[in-house]
């Protein structure tokens, strides 16, 4: 069966999702002056919502399929979807937080892994890997490539360096919904999949392992894990294809230019 592939956005709808893009950043860029020791993930979430909504826009996630929260934070060996509440950080803890907005019915999705005080420099590279993967990804999504190719940018660096890719979560289209197709692996050979044109929007997100790749739902249905129980990292981006690779429309102070 041919792939379904997210449509190249109007002019209108790419300028609509650089704003919603420009919320989500200016999100991340606040936690990371907020992610603390004794921080609690709660405390993130409030202040992630009450941002988006100064700047004008909705928090995508909140509602979304009844999660109850506007950013998602994953701590540790929790890779996606964690749930904010009472969950005081530690010193040494790394925390993934998912942040969405919605400008004028556009989507804007990003990710970042942060450290909390001081971590290991195996646990610095595992952040440092996952990011360089997903700028691998973006500058890999060039107008007359093919889908398989930003796939396999992804893998060959996470591979490198001999980590782990989650295979059950990735990327997907993004616009008006958050959630449109197709389905974007972290892993796969290059050269196949639908060839990508201007103005087609994806969020790529790469999630690495120390460990294994399996993972596990928790209880509160939602949260997923390790199933080794090892530390995990993820890095996002809502990107719109160019000649020139993926224009970052959700871009924070820590991105390159690609």
Not at 22 to 41: N, Y
Not at 45 to 73: L, W
Not at 163 to 177: P, V
Not at 202 to 219: D, N, V, Y
């Amino acid at each position: 069966m041919r792939r379904q592939m997210v449509r190249p956005k109007t002019a209108l709808e790419l300028k609509r999702m650089r704003q919603a893009g420009r919320i989500v950043g200016r999100v991340l860029e606040t936690m990371e002056s907020l992610v603390a020791p004794g921080v609690t993930t709660q405390e993130l979430d409030e202040a992630a919502e009450a941002q988006i909504r100064r700047m004008g826009g909705t928090p995508s996630f909140k509602g979304y399929h009844g999660f109850p929260a506007s950013i998602c934070t994953s701590v540790n060996e929790e890779i996606v979807h964690g749930i904010p509440g009472p969950r005081r950080l530690a010193e040494g803890d790394i925390i993934s937080v998912d942040a969405g907005a919605i400008w004028e019915g556009y989507q804007g999705d990003a990710a970042r892994t942060y450290v909390v005080g001081a971590v290991s420099a195996e646990v610095q590279r595992l952040l440092d890997v996952t990011r360089a993967a997903l700028e691998a990804g973006i500058a890999a999504a060039r107008t007359g490539q093919r889908l398989g190719d930003v796939s396999h940018a992804i893998e060959q660096v996470a591979r490198a360096a001999g980590l782990e890719i989650i295979r059950e979560y990735g990327g997907h289209g993004i616009g008006a919904e958050m959630h449109e197709p197709p389905q974007i692996y972290n892993w796969g050979p290059g050269g196949r999949g639908p060839v990508l044109r201007s103005g087609m929007t994806l969020a790529l997100e790469p999630m690495l392992s120390m460990g294994h790749f399996e993972t596990r739902q928790q209880p509160d249905g939602w949260t997923v894990v390790t199933a080794d129980g090892s530390l995990t990292a993820h890095f996002e981006h809502t990107i719109a294809v160019t000649e020139r690779g993926g224009e970052i429309l959700t871009r924070n102070a820590h991105d390159q230019d690609t």
